[in-house]
């Protein structure tokens, strides 16, 4: 049983939990039974750890021992100390099960729609927008470096670990125009100014770009790429919609209808 916080495993958790070393180990941490299945479905998982007896409110003691097995086959298992567990959680009823994921980047596909974020900041949008985009069949999205880490706990937990089987990449801005010059892509740019979605013409490679939630795409960045602005139509006098859910009406125009 590990129970120091200085064992080399508590270590590498200790540093995947913050950004740098997120991306120069390429793992990420995550807790809770349903993100250690969908890690190891997705084939990523890379170590798990379990406190043998876990107690939450109202007395209910989860035996994770014999349960774990299920479904890691043959990756490394580690029980762990409560106070351990306590000093790695980064929720606050934590299940009593932890692991160490894989990240892995694959090949961009080209003949597919790509969803762009520009500098979205809040977890919870990102996570939205990455379950929403999975659901309308979007394969591949990519960030600018002022997005919020995709493997950001606050990202996980909102995203319940679907983007452990898309394409997800921070990439320089450079490198995302790059791209989509490259491969001939047609860039929709979703602004409250532009014309609406529901008119715009669609093209077996195309990308769509959603920006900051406060101030929209930046479009300094984006000047060496022809981009058309789209819009979601409202009848209402409303300035704007959240992030996410302007994300969720775009992705139904675009790929639902």
Not at 44 to 67: M, P, R, S, W
Not at 199 to 213: C, D, P
Request: net charge negative; glycine share 6%.
């Amino acid at each position: 049983m590990i129970t120091s916080v200085n064992n080399p495993v508590i270590q590498d958790i200790k540093k995947v939990q913050q950004n740098k070393y997120r991306k120069k180990m390429k793992e990420f941490f995550i807790e809770g039974e349903h993100l250690i299945q969908e890690a190891a479905k997705a084939g990523i998982l890379d170590h798990v750890l379990i406190t043998e007896k876990y107690e939450l409110a109202g007395n209910t003691i989860f035996l994770y021992t014999e349960k774990i097995l299920d479904f890691t086959n043959d990756i490394p298992c580690d029980i762990i100390s409560q106070d351990i567990a306590m000093k790695i959680t980064q929720t606050q009823t934590p299940q009593g099960i932890f692991g160490i994921a894989k990240m892995e980047e694959t090949e961009i596909e080209v003949n597919t729609h790509i969803l762009v974020l520009d500098g979205l900041q809040d977890p919870g949008n990102v996570g939205t927008i990455l379950r929403t985009a999975k659901a309308f069949g979007i394969k591949t999205v990519l960030a600018t470096p002022d997005t919020v880490d995709f493997y950001n706990d606050k990202v996980i937990r909102a995203t319940q670990g679907v983007h452990f089987f898309m394409n997800v990449q921070r990439l320089e801005v450079d490198a995302i125009i790059a791209h989509l010059m490259e491969n001939n892509y047609d860039v929709l740019a979703l602004d409250t100014t532009g014309e609406p979605i529901s008119g715009a013409v669609k093209a077996s490679k195309q990308a769509m770009i959603i920006g900051n939630e406060g101030n929209g795409i930046d479009y300094r960045q984006f000047k060496t790429i022809e981009m058309k602005k789209v819009t979601i139509q409202m009848k209402e006098n409303v300035e704007s919609l959240n992030a996410a859910i302007a994300t969720g009406i775009a992705l139904y125009e675009w790929q639902g209808k």
